[in-house]
Antibody
């Protein structure tokens, strides 16, 4: 059974960097697209981007200048870094597995609040 | 970007009745070489991540009740719940995977 779990700080100060890690179990990192999606409180879903097991990453143009998604040093992890955060980046951040088409496995999500 | 627009934003349906949610894409998500629509439907309950219900516009995922069905092609799609159950109360999203960035509809809140 595939499981994903997000971890990281729940509070980030404005202008700083948001850093999250997703730990994957039950499946190898290979042959999938490891994705970050966020959801502001009470709002809809926004795709942030993904990293393929080759290490190649693709990002939402709306965030491209501030975001990095990479495979972790541990073989079963991948990470998200979002620079220069503002209150608009406050959201539940989900990691997910895309099979090349749709998001078939999701983490439970982690709420990250941007506030001083 | 492909813009996904759902209607209505919210919907109240009685138990046992039919619920219909519409999704329109700003450009076709039908890939001609394989004649597949690159569209999925998700269900999200409060405090939970979205759950994949339907892929390829009409293929129900394993374990999803038969009362859920998807239809449509090109730019216009529909999610139908044939006989609403209490556990179907949720927000439903459509999503295109025709190209990047992946985009979602704004969501439809389904209530009883």
């Amino acid at each position: 059974q595939v499981q994903l779990q997000e971890s990281g700080p729940g509070l980030v100060r404005p202008s700083e960097t948001l850093s999250l890690t997703c730990t994957v179990s039950g499946v190898a990192i290979s042959d999938n697209y490891w994705t970050w999606i966020r959801q502001p409180p009470g709002k809809g879903l926004e795709w942030i981007g993904y990293v393929h097991d080759s290490g190649t990453a693709t990002y939402n143009p709306s965030l491209k200048t501030r975001v990095t998604i990479s495979l972790g040093t541990s073989k079963n992890q991948f990470s998200l870094r979002l620079n220069s955060v503002t209150a608009a980046d406050t959201a539940v951040y989900f990691c997910a597995r895309e099979n090349g088409w749709n998001f078939e496995s999701w983490g439970q999500g982690i709420l990250v609040t941007v506030s001083s | 970007d492909i813009v996904m627009t759902q209607s209505p934003d919210s919907l109240a349906v009685s138990l046992g009745e039919r619920a219909t949610i519409n999704c329109k894409s700003s450009q076709s998500v039908l890939y001609s070489p394989n004649i597949e629509n690159y569209l999925a439907w998700y269900q999200q309950k409060p405090g939970q991540p979205p759950k994949l219900l339907i892929s390829w516009a009409s293929n129900r995922e394993s374990g999803v009740p038969e009362r859920f069905s998807g239809s449509g092609s090109g730019t216009d799609f529909t999610l139908t719940i044939s006989s609403l159950q209490a556990e179907d109360v949720a927000v439903y999203y459509c999503q295109q995977y025709y190209n990047s960035p992946r985009t979602f509809g704004q969501g439809t809140k389904l209530e009883i």
